[in-house]
């Protein structure tokens, strides 16, 4: 039985000290060490963790000899989709800030782990221990290096083109000032359940409007969508989208080049 | 400032038979791009194919453990004989390619438990840290340290290194 079970959680600042999180995209990963399960998954995504946790932990005040021994976790603010596997994870944790006027003491960080639990959130497990009746261990670092396979698709490009022309789809486009324009979004596979966000942005929102954001159906690869009417003066706008999934950075771009007729 | 790591070695394996040495050892290998060690400069010019991340936490003096050569260790860590070279062996998963394979590292240890029984000054180091590769595997080395009734019980690492894949 622990002498103790702590919960703390990285939203809080009071629990830790500048907790940081990395999403990093990858081309490839797997857990060598220990061998893991055979899986056909291999991870695309890249999970850094770090942060310095104010654990507070206190020896025993009326027993100097007593090791007091138990669990402490910390809850990373990060749950997994259903679209995501858990596949392999690395952790460390050291002390950090400990201090005592004894002899007899210790300060320990037995064992860390980083787990998924049932509610698909991501925690750190740690084993500690303290001895010393005016021991007090108050920080423990952390990195959690966690590999991740997302099975949802990427955002492949975003083509443009002039509304009702039939022409084909392109990386850029001439549309003429007032004129409607319309956009296709392409993704590297089917869209998830519930759809997949993509946000969007124009560096020209006078002359060449778009919404803020659109949404790719469920089980669709390509879809088509319609712009705002053009205005103003001939240029050129950079339309910008970007997959607006958690932990996803992707962005695309298209060009639109707006002329009058002389 | 480059250590030689000279000091008597405590050899400590990520996969000893009784689990023991090690606590949770992990190993990630990760494909990469363009990676490459920048401080300081890799003598290198080999291309990157993996970013490897060994972590775990070093067992020093189980008390558990009753062989000689333990209580040996154990002795050396406590007293005052202070200074010992702790060498990881990290069970590379691309060792058979040779030392060679290496192009750059960056690695940390840190205390992960310490303890002092009956003494009112006690040192407990833990000083650096690089991987070295030889024919058969990589290694994590540190100098570590304890005098008086100090004990360094545990040590956490991480060592981050980039290989490439064969020869």
């Known amino acids: 039985m622990a002498d103790f079970e702590n919960t ?26 220990p061998p893991p399960t ?52 690395a952790t460390v944790a050291a002390l950090g800030s400990i201090h005592t006027d004894e002899e007899e003491v210790t300060f320990a960080v037995d064992d860390v782990e980083t787990i998924v639990a049932d509610d698909h959130e991501l925690w750190l497990v740690a084993h500690m221990a303290i001895q010393g009746e005016a021991a007090s261990l108050s920080r423990m670092a952390y990195q959690a290096n966690v590999l ?4 949802r698709p990427e955002l492949d490009s975003i083509l443009v083109r002039p509304a009702g022309s039939g022409a084909a789809f392109s990386s850029s486009a001439l549309v003429r000032s007032g004129d409607a324009w319309e956009y296709q979004i392409n993704l590297s596979g089917p869209a998830p359940d519930g759809g997949m966000l993509i946000l969007l942005s124009s560096d020209k929102p006078a002359e060449v409007p778009i ?19 053009t205005s103003g003066s001939p240029t050129t706008a950079v339309i910008t989208a970007r997959d607006a999934s958690p932990g996803r950075s992707t962005s695309r771009s298209a060009t639109v080049n707006l002329f009058v007729l002389g | ?89 990290l069970r590379d998963p691309n060792g058979h390619h040779g030392p060679d394979r290496v192009t750059g590292s960056a690695s940390f240890v840190a205390e992960a438990s310490i303890n002092n029984t009956n003494f009112d000054r006690y040192g407990i180091r833990v000083e650096c840290a690089a991987v070295r590769a030889n024919s058969d595997d990589a290694y994590l080395l540190s100098n570590v340290g304890a005098n008086l009734e100090g004990e360094l019980a545990r040590m956490v690492y991480q060592a981050n290194i980039l290989e490439t894949l064969g020869q």
């Open chain 1, 211 to 229: 919404a803020a954001a659109t949404e790719v159906p469920r089980g669709t690869v390509s879809a088509v969508f319609s712009a705002d009417r």
């Open chain 2, 1 to 89: 400032m480059e250590e030689d790591f000279a000091f008597v070695r405590i050899m400590r394996d990520v996969d000893d038979v009784l689990r023991r040495e090690v606590i949770t050892p992990r190993a990630l290998q990760i494909a990469v791009r363009d990676a490459r060690q920048t401080f300081p400069p890799s003598q290198s010019n080999r291309l990157s194919a993996h970013l490897l991340i060994f972590t775990g936490t070093v067992v020093f003096g189980d008390d558990e453990r009753d062989e000689l050569n333990e209580v040996e260790e154990a002795e050396g860590i406590l007293g005052n004989l202070a200074n010992r070279t702790a060498a990881v062996r």
């Open chain 1, 8 to 33: 703390y959680d990285v939203t809080n600042d009071r629990d830790v000290a500048f907790p940081r999180t990395l999403e990093i995209g990858i081309t490839g990963g797997q857990q060598v060490f």
């Open chain 1, 38 to 89: 055979p899986s056909a998954l291999t991870a695309n995504n890249l999970l850094i963790f770090t942060g310095t946790l104010l654990v507070n932990l206190h020896g025993d005040s009326g027993n100097a000899s007593r090791v007091l021994r138990g669990i402490v976790k910390l809850r990373l603010n990060r749950s997994l989709s259903k679209n995501e596997t858990f596949l392999g994870s």
């Open chain 1, 148 to 151: 991740v396979h997302d099975s």
